[in-house]
């Protein structure tokens, strides 16, 4: 019996060390100092149309229980944004996606903000206490956005995606948004 205390001990240090090798980020992202939390480095991508791949699969229940599918989004833009409560930036930049979203609802443009690692309780109350009022999907362990590997680092929270009207990846922004840069993404994207 004491010596499985001692093997228990050493499963746990060898666990600990591996889960902070996976956790360490590459040099193309830094680290913001939240638990679990790696910032995009503000890097931010358009891509031609003719190196743009179709958008993975997305198809799940908002917070209001209604049924999202990316392929329904066809002859729109839609922009993708990846979330937590618990993110920082995610908190400065809900006000201007919403404001964005606002501004080009009627252009043909949707949002769909993506919160993973959270719980539902907290996810809520930060869409409620935000304003926000495009759909939202819950996806606590990231499963939905498993599709977006090529696209998105895992743990590259807020980011976002801008999908084109023919359902390809156009653009991409790792970290927290900058306004001027997303609304000229999107009205590219729009008038093509």
Avoid: H
């Avoid at 591996?18 to 956790?23: D, E, G, M, R, V």
């Avoid at 999908?163 to 001027?180: F, H, S, Y």
Wanted: glycine share 8%.
């Amino acid at each position: 019996m004491p010596a499985k205390y001692p093997v228990r001990k050493l499963i746990l240090v060898l666990s600990c060390l591996i889960l902070t090798a996976c956790a360490t980020p590459n040099a193309a992202i830094q680290n913001s100092g939240e638990a679990g939390f790696i910032s995009g480095d503000g890097t931010a991508t358009f891509l031609k149309v003719e190196d743009r791949k179709s958008a993975p699969e997305l198809i799940a229940l908002d917070f209001n229980g209604k049924e999202i599918d990316l392929k329904n989004y066809k002859n729109k833009v839609v922009v993708l944004n990846v979330w937590g409560s618990w993110c920082g930036p995610c908190r400065k930049e809900a006000k201007e996606l919403q404001e964005l979203y606002v501004k080009n609802k009627d252009s043909g443009v949707e949002f769909i903000g993506i919160n993973i690692r959270d719980s539902k309780v907290s996810a809520e109350k930060f869409i409620t206490n935000f304003g926000i009022t495009y759909p939202n999907i819950f996806d606590r362990d990231g499963v939905k956005l498993l599709g977006f590997k090529d696209t998105l680092p895992a743990n590259a929270i807020p980011s976002t995606v801008l999908v084109d009207k023919n359902g390809k990846v156009a653009a991409r922004q790792l970290g927290p948004i900058e306004r001027a840069l997303i609304q000229g993404f999107i009205s590219s994207l729009v008038d093509e």
